[in-house]
């Protein structure tokens, strides 16, 4: 769609777009090429001498234990996020969708977390579960269970699995409940009088027609769990222990930032993009597809 | 004010995508013209192109002594309504009458005399303060006009502005506009696709068809002896009837029709619908066995009569007659209109 | 509701009951936590009632920040995110905005070339480019500053494409209007568009004020300076090591004062916050 032609001028237009052009090229374009060009360099323990070495990085990193270990951590990682978070807002939807008084308060009150930091709702986890002081500790050990995420691997995956779908529940809840919201009363109503009951009735019809609320919430939490969770795992496992939390992300701010290896941190910077070229393009496909309903 | 006068005037997107085939009239000042045609014939971009809003591919318009092809909107002295009037939402309607002279830098006393003015003259002074959203459909369409006329503009164009209203205010607008038109002499272009309107309002008026001037003229006149088959087809209500004979097309005007005995019949209409409109009764049918209709053909062509409400009409065959003088001749493979 | 089942209504008000429940535990600890002195904390279990050093512990924090690892005060890192949360989203609207303008509505040489350059920056998150934009920054001496914290972060594709998407929506007729009405570009953008676009400008300012104030990664690469650290990032400065070692009634403090501010404007403006949320996703 386009707008009929309006305006002319040879020079407002360039005006316009030019403050946003410049920050993109200064601080997106350049130092994407950067990365790319690092990439395909090796750089000596105190960056003095550089050398042009192809494809090295990447093979080495494909080759590297670490970092083939880093994929599965991610890909664990997002996958929990996305499915306990997508699960626990759509029940938590379901039911506000369904009860007639209190709806807007529960909104409110399910709403706000968004508006927490990653990194501080992991630093308020890590404090619940902390494994001398945490009130969560405590009452496991009650239970008979020894809690201690900085020496246990899968502790500490569950502990940021927890802050992170803590924080990321109300953005789904929001996008859940308007689905609903927007699904015909006449067609529930329909189902009621062919005789399904609740529970039959939200599987076979209103989950259906949820389906692309639910994709898109699937691709977007994915995203959240690749890049936005940065904050929760630096504030809490900062990787640990022994990198069973060191998703993608991480790994290429550990490796570029504190262990200073400029190629591999830049090819795994690469990698990166790729993925989310692949996961933009997924995006896109589904809001064209959606446009088409 | 000023006489307006387009010269072979062009307009195409691509080279082989010509929507105005080359349009030529004068007008003269104070006159008000109607642009009549059928949606996609090309109206719309022909006043657009007299505002200065579509570019002209070649020809040359001019208003007053000026050609303007090459002129932005705003130095052509011109004022335009809009179909879905354009007013800005944001604004009260004193601010959506006077935007356009506050731009012109008018003195704040010239800017409220003229739009209390206008105001007065389409009964929207209670309204000055309001948002257009709390206004109906006919005051949101009287600031559009208020906003054309404080501007004092050389031209009015209208582009369709009575098309969203409903067919009671419609009517009321139309006398409005007379009336506005009979008090501002300003020069005026207005696109419409409804030939009520264009009958009622126009001085003269222009018929389009597929990007050409099918026929200019006063609207007495273009109903009297159109031009082409287009013409007799697109304006009365039913149309002309139009049947083929002695290889050319006979156009005669549903009210010319009259029932008669089966030895006078000059049309034998076999009738499958009628519409009883009160003080008249419309048949329709299609001419049935050629043997009333002097064996020369126009079998199956259809036809519709107006006829007196006395007439007792029934579907069968109805034997019809008409006086020759009312009769138009059309060439079938031009469409032009025949005369003698 | 289609038919009418206590039994059932009533387990939907338990199970949101349950899920407000938990979304608000863990704050509740916290803000409990900011009220006791180390100490009661450090016993196991830690006291789940308010105690009576509110204000001695969000004094403390205030002015004077914690005594182990990061010590600067609350006051000068909320000072530094309200810079951040302020300057990203009023620098994004306007930048936004105008690229917009011209996209929509002038057509111009490059102009595809330009939209698709905004888009591509949709796939360049701070996150895979972390160390070359870093050196750029670095380069143009803008680390430890309020330009370094903001500028970088104020252009995005979704704020441009969710202005694109509104001015698609007005309609041709009000420029044209403006257009005969005798309006340059830059009037009709000031007097028509402008007010037109306030419901997606605020909208869009909620979220970017919460985007802007939870910002992590990228102060932390740039601010090495005590007295330009963000809250969030002073929070995690002050955790220095194991549980004990952390002075936890100060942290939970801070980590209530960097809450509050996005969690008030999110509870404050939920219009404009929801609208915001659901349009640039679309």
Same mark, same amino acid.
């Given at each position: 769609?386009?707008?009929?032609?309006?305006?002319?001028?040879?020079?407002?237009?360039?005006?316009?777009?030019?403050?946003?052009?410049?920050?993109?090229?200064?601080?997106?374009?350049?130092?994407?090429?950067?990365?790319?060009?690092?990439?395909?360099?090796?750089?000596?323990?105190?960056?003095?001498?550089?050398?042009?070495?192809?494809?090295?990085?990447?093979?080495?990193?494909?080759?590297?234990?670490?970092?083939?270990?880093?994929?599965?951590?991610?890909?664990?990682?997002?996958?929990?996020?996305?499915?306990?978070?997508?699960?626990?807002?759509?029940?938590?939807?379901?039911?506000?969708?369904?009860?007639?008084?209190?709806?807007?308060?529960?909104?409110?009150?399910?709403?706000?977390?968004?508006?927490?930091?990653?990194?501080?709702?992991?630093?308020?986890?890590?404090?619940?579960?902390?494994?001398?002081?945490?009130?969560?500790?405590?009452?496991?050990?009650?239970?008979?269970?020894?809690?201690?995420?900085?020496?246990?691997?899968?502790?500490?995956?569950?502990?940021?699995?927890?802050?992170?779908?803590?924080?990321?529940?109300?953005?789904?809840?929001?996008?859940?409940?308007?689905?609903?919201?927007?699904?015909?009363?006449?067609?529930?109503?329909?189902?009621?009088?062919?005789?399904?009951?609740?529970?039959?009735?939200?599987?076979?019809?209103?989950?259906?027609?949820?389906?692309?609320?639910?994709?898109?919430?699937?691709?977007?939490?994915?995203?959240?769990?690749?890049?936005?969770?940065?904050?929760?795992?630096?504030?809490?496992?900062?990787?640990?222990?022994?990198?069973?939390?060191?998703?993608? @992300?991480?790994?290429?701010?550990?490796?570029? @930032?504190?262990?200073?290896?400029?190629?591999?941190?830049?090819?795994?910077?690469?990698?990166?993009?790729?993925?989310?070229?692949?996961?933009?393009?997924?995006?896109?496909?589904?809001?064209?597809?959606?446009?088409?309903? | 004010?000023?006489?307006?006068?387009?010269?072979?005037?062009?307009?195409?997107?691509?080279?082989?995508?010509?929507?105005?085939?080359? @349009?030529?009239?004068?007008?003269?000042?104070?006159?008000?013209?109607?642009?009549?045609?059928?949606?996609?014939?090309?109206?719309?971009?022909?006043?657009?192109?007299?505002?200065?809003?579509?570019?002209?591919?070649?020809?040359?318009?001019?208003?007053?002594?000026?050609?303007?092809?090459?002129?932005?909107?705003?130095?052509?002295?011109?004022?335009?309504?809009?179909?879905?009037?354009?007013?800005?939402?944001?604004?009260?309607?004193?601010?959506?009458?006077?935007?356009?002279?506050?731009?012109?830098?008018?003195?704040?006393?010239?800017?409220?005399?003229?739009?209390?003015?206008?105001?007065?003259?389409?009964?929207?002074?209670?309204?000055?303060?309001?948002?257009?959203?709390?206004?109906?459909?006919?005051?949101?369409?009287?600031?559009?006009?208020?906003?054309?006329?404080?501007?004092?503009?050389?031209?009015?164009?209208?582009?369709?502005?009575?098309?969203?209203?409903?067919?009671?205010?419609?009517?009321?607008?139309?006398?409005?506009?007379?009336?506005?038109?009979?008090?501002?002499?300003?020069?005026?272009?207005?696109?419409?696709?409804?030939?009520?309107?264009?009958?009622?309002?126009?001085?003269?008026?222009?018929?389009?068809?597929?990007?050409?001037?099918?026929?200019?003229?006063?609207?007495?006149?273009?109903?009297?002896?159109?031009?082409?088959?287009?013409?007799?087809?697109?304006?009365?209500?039913?149309?002309?009837?139009?049947?083929?004979?002695?290889?050319?097309?006979?156009?005669?005007?549903?009210?010319?029709?009259?029932?008669?005995?089966?030895?006078?019949?000059?049309?034998?209409?076999?009738?499958?619908?009628?519409?009883?409109?009160?003080?008249?009764?419309?048949?329709?049918?299609?001419?049935?066995?050629?043997?009333?209709?002097?064996?020369?053909?126009?079998?199956?062509?259809?036809?519709?009569?107006?006829?007196?409400?006395?007439?007792?009409?029934?579907?069968?065959?109805?034997?019809?007659?008409?006086?020759?003088?009312?009769?138009?001749?059309?060439?079938?493979?031009?469409?032009?209109?025949?005369?003698? | 509701? @289609?038919?009418?089942?206590?039994?059932?209504?009533?387990?939907?008000?338990?199970?949101?009951?349950?899920?407000?429940?938990?979304?608000?535990?863990?704050?509740?600890?916290?803000?409990?936590?900011?009220?006791?002195?180390?100490?009661?904390?450090?016993?196991?279990?830690?006291?789940?009632?308010?105690?009576?050093?509110?204000?001695?512990?969000?004094?403390?924090?205030?002015?004077?920040?914690?005594?182990?690892?990061?010590?600067?005060?609350?006051?000068?890192?909320?000072?530094?995110?309200?810079?951040?949360?302020?300057?990203?989203?009023?620098?994004?609207?306007?930048?936004?905005?105008?690229?917009?303008?011209?996209?929509?509505?002038?057509?111009?040489?490059?102009?595809?070339?330009?939209?698709?350059?905004?888009?591509?920056?949709?796939?360049?998150?701070?996150?895979?480019?972390?160390?070359?934009?870093?050196?750029?920054?670095?380069?143009?001496?803008?680390?430890?500053?309020?330009?370094?914290?903001?500028?970088?972060?104020?252009?995005?594709?979704?704020?441009?494409?969710?202005?694109?998407?509104?001015?698609?929506?007005?309609?041709?007729?009000?420029?044209?209007?403006?257009?005969?009405?005798?309006?340059?570009?830059?009037?009709?953008?000031?007097?028509?568009?402008?007010?037109?676009?306030?419901?997606?400008?605020?909208?869009?300012?909620?979220?970017?004020?919460?985007?802007?104030?939870?910002?992590?990664?990228?102060?932390?690469?740039?601010?090495?300076?005590?007295?330009?650290?963000?809250?969030?990032?002073?929070?995690?400065?002050?955790?220095?090591?194991?549980?004990?070692?952390?002075?936890?009634?100060?942290?939970?403090?801070?980590?209530?004062?960097?809450?509050?501010?996005?969690?008030?404007?999110?509870?404050?403006?939920?219009?404009?916050?929801?609208?915001?949320?659901?349009?640039?996703?679309?």
């Amino acid at each position: 769609m386009e707008k009929r032609v309006v305006f002319r001028s040879a020079w407002l237009p360039y005006a316009l777009v030019a403050p946003q052009i410049a920050i993109t090229v200064v601080f997106f374009f350049w130092p994407a090429a950067q990365a790319v060009w690092y990439s395909f360099q090796l750089q000596d323990a105190f960056g003095l001498k550089t050398q042009f070495v192809g494809l090295q990085n990447f093979a080495a990193l494909f080759k590297d234990g670490n970092y083939l270990d880093s994929f599965r951590v991610t890909a664990v990682f997002s996958a929990l996020v996305a499915f306990i978070g997508i699960a626990i807002s759509l029940l938590l939807a379901a039911m506000a969708d369904r009860v007639l008084r209190g709806a807007l308060a529960y909104k409110t009150l399910l709403v706000w977390p968004y508006a927490v930091a990653p990194a501080v709702a992991g630093v308020l986890w890590a404090f619940l579960f902390a494994p001398s002081i945490g009130i969560v500790t405590y009452v496991l050990k009650g239970f008979g269970v020894d809690w201690n995420w900085i020496l246990d691997g899968d502790q500490a995956m569950l502990l940021i699995v927890i802050a992170s779908v803590w924080k990321q529940i109300s953005y789904n809840f929001l996008f859940f409940l308007a689905g609903l919201q927007s699904i015909p009363r006449s067609l529930i109503e329909a189902a009621a009088i062919d005789g399904a009951g609740p529970t039959r009735r939200f599987w076979t019809v209103v989950f259906p027609l949820l389906s692309p609320t639910t994709f898109f919430l699937l691709v977007v939490n994915v995203v959240y769990a690749f890049f936005d969770t940065f904050g929760v795992i630096d504030a809490t496992t900062q990787g640990g222990p022994a990198q069973a939390t060191q998703i993608l @992300v991480y790994k290429v701010y550990h490796d570029g @930032v504190k262990a200073a290896d400029l190629g591999s941190s830049s090819a795994q910077s690469v990698i990166l993009m790729f993925i989310v070229i692949a996961l933009t393009v997924v995006q896109f496909r589904f809001i064209e597809r959606k446009v088409q309903y | 004010m000023a006489a307006v006068s387009l010269r072979n005037v062009r307009k195409s997107y691509t080279s082989d995508l010509q929507v105005i085939h080359g @349009v030529s009239m004068d007008i003269a000042d104070g006159e008000f013209i109607v642009i009549l045609g059928p949606s996609g014939c090309g109206k719309s971009t022909l006043l657009r192109m007299v505002a200065g809003l579509e570019t002209i591919t070649a020809g040359e318009i001019t208003i007053g002594d000026r050609v303007v092809n090459n002129l932005e909107p705003k130095d052509r002295d011109i004022a335009m309504v809009f179909q879905n009037y354009a007013l800005y939402p944001h604004m009260s309607v004193y601010d959506n009458m006077s935007y356009g002279l506050r731009i012109r830098g008018l003195s704040k006393e010239d800017i409220s005399q003229r739009v209390k003015k206008a105001a007065d003259i389409l009964e929207l002074s209670k309204f000055l303060d309001r948002k257009p959203r709390a206004l109906s459909g006919g005051q949101r369409q009287r600031v559009a006009m208020g906003r054309a006329i404080v501007r004092e503009p050389q031209v009015f164009l209208f582009d369709e502005p009575l098309s969203n209203l409903d067919a009671k205010l419609r009517v009321q607008m139309r006398g409005e506009l007379q009336a506005l038109h009979r008090r501002l002499g300003t020069t005026s272009l207005f696109v419409t696709h409804d030939q009520v309107e264009a009958m009622t309002l126009a001085q003269r008026m222009i018929v389009m068809n597929a990007g050409r001037a099918e026929q200019i003229g006063a609207p007495l006149e273009v109903y009297a002896k159109p031009a082409t088959t287009f013409v007799a087809g697109f304006i009365g209500s039913p149309p002309m009837n139009l049947i083929p004979r002695d290889g050319k097309l006979l156009g005669i005007r549903p009210e010319h029709l009259e029932p008669c005995g089966e030895a006078e019949a000059m049309l034998s209409v076999q009738v499958d619908l009628i519409e009883p409109l009160g003080a008249d009764t419309l048949v329709y049918g299609h001419i049935g066995d050629p043997g009333g209709n002097g064996g020369n053909g126009g079998a199956g062509a259809r036809v519709a009569a107006r006829l007196h409400a006395s007439v007792d009409a029934r579907t069968g065959r109805l034997p019809l007659r008409y006086d020759t003088g009312n009769v138009h001749w059309f060439d079938p493979a031009s469409g032009k209109r025949i005369e003698g | 509701m @289609v038919e009418n089942r206590p039994g059932l209504t009533f387990f939907a008000h338990a199970v949101l009951v349950a899920g407000v429940l938990l979304v608000a535990f863990p704050v509740y600890v916290t803000f409990v936590a900011s009220t006791h002195t180390l100490e009661a904390i450090l016993q196991v279990p830690m006291p789940l009632w308010p105690g009576d050093r509110f204000w001695e512990n969000y004094t403390q924090v205030l002015t004077a920040g914690s005594t182990k690892g990061s010590k600067a005060a609350a006051a000068t890192m909320l000072v530094n995110s309200t810079v951040m949360a302020l300057v990203i989203p009023l620098g994004k609207i306007t930048i936004s905005i105008l690229s917009a303008f011209a996209i929509v509505y002038f057509r111009f040489p490059l102009r595809m070339f330009i939209f698709w350059m905004i888009f591509v920056t949709l796939m360049l998150p701070v996150e895979v480019r972390i160390i070359p934009t870093f050196k750029v920054i670095a380069d143009l001496g803008m680390l430890n500053s309020y330009a370094g914290l903001t500028v970088p972060l104020i252009a995005s594709a979704t704020a441009t494409f969710l202005f694109r998407q509104f001015f698609m929506t007005v309609p041709d007729e009000l420029a044209e209007a403006a257009r005969v009405d005798g309006a340059s570009p830059m009037r009709f953008f000031r007097d028509v568009l402008l007010p037109l676009s306030k419901t997606t400008m605020a909208a869009l300012f909620v979220i970017q004020f919460i985007y802007g104030w939870n910002q992590y990664l990228w102060p932390l690469l740039i601010t090495t300076d005590e007295s330009m650290y963000t809250t969030v990032i002073g929070i995690k400065r002050m955790i220095v090591g194991g549980d004990a070692t952390n002075e936890w009634n100060l942290i939970m403090a801070t980590a209530i004062l960097a809450m509050l501010p996005p969690a008030l404007v999110v509870l404050l403006m939920q219009k404009w916050f929801v609208k915001g949320l659901v349009e640039t996703e679309k």
